[in-house]
């Protein structure tokens, strides 16, 4: 399995930006979809974007659309999520995961390896 750091959260006021960063420990991953999930306190985990292998395809959930972009850099084998226009609802644990098949989904099921998270906090 890839092993799968994220970095970049903090704490943020509304309306600030953060970029979050997901570094995977191989260059397979390059080749793998990947994906970015949320969890706040006292809920499910949530989708909110993915990417394909070759970064030609994104979707996102409809609450992040036009404030949320991601993108990866296969030479470094990382994949990032730009916010923009931070909500105090954005706040949440963000996690990484990638997939095998080069397509992505939007179901946390369809993923192979995930990172431990980075806390991301929007203050009001």
């Known amino acids: 399995q890839v092993q799968l750091v994220e970095s970049g959260g903090g704490l943020v006021q509304a309306g600030g930006s953060l970029r979050l960063s997901c570094a995977a420990s191989?260059?397979?991953?390059?080749?793998?979809?990947m994906a970015w999930f949320r969890q706040a306190p006292g809920k499910e985990r949530e989708f909110v974007a993915f990417?394909?292998?070759?970064?030609?395809?994104?979707y996102y959930t409809d609450s992040v659309k036009g404030r949320f972009t991601i993108s990866r850099d296969n030479a470094k084998n990382t994949v990032y999520l730009q916010m923009n226009n931070l909500k105090p609802e954005d706040t949440a644990i963000y996690y990484c995961?990638?997939?095998?098949?080069?397509?992505?989904?939007?179901?946390?099921?369809?993923?192979?390896?995930w990172g431990q998270g980075t806390h991301v906090t929007v203050s009001s």
């Open positions: 995961a990638a997939r095998i098949t080069g397509n992505g989904s939007s179901s946390n099921r369809g993923y192979d390896s």
């Open positions: 191989e260059r397979t991953a390059s080749t793998y979809a």
């Open positions: 990417i394909n292998w070759s970064g030609g395809s994104t």
